[in-house]
């Protein structure tokens, strides 16, 4: 019903930047909120940041202040715009979705994208 792929992932170097973009398509009604986990070699995953609709966004302490999320809700897709990355940033980013959609009639759901790596090394 619904596919989320997320893009923007590479290596940078520390103080580099980055913007993810994840973009949802299928048989969306609405967006209840979207945000981005990541999950380090040998970590367990953990929230970066949400965007729930109607309310303020979330950062992690580790990101804030450097991280930015951002909606374009025509397009049912999220950014993260990663500036000042650090090596600790190093992980696989997953974009996550909490969504309305039109499977058996009306259902809300959560949806995982596939991940894209984001390494941050000199």
């Known amino acids: 019903q619904v596919q989320l792929v997320e893009s923007g992932g590479g290596l940078v170097q520390p103080g580099g930047s980055l913007r993810l973009s994840c973009s949802a398509s299928g048989s969306i009604i609405s967006i209840n909120g979207m945000g981005w986990y990541r999950q380090a070699p040998g970590k367990q995953r953990e929230l970066v940041a949400t965007m729930p609709s109607g309310s303020t966004p979330y950062y992690a302490d580790s990101v804030k202040c450097r991280f930015t999320i951002s909606r374009d809700d025509a397009k049912n897709t999220v950014y993260l715009k990663m500036n000042s990355l650090k090596p600790e940033d190093t992980a696989v980013y997953y974009c996550?979705?909490?969504?309305?959609?039109?499977?058996?009639?009306?259902?809300?759901?959560?949806?995982w994208g596939r991940g894209t790596q984001v390494t941050v090394s000199a």
């Open positions: 996550n979705a909490d969504l309305w959609v039109s499977r058996y009639g009306r259902q809300r759901e959560d949806y």
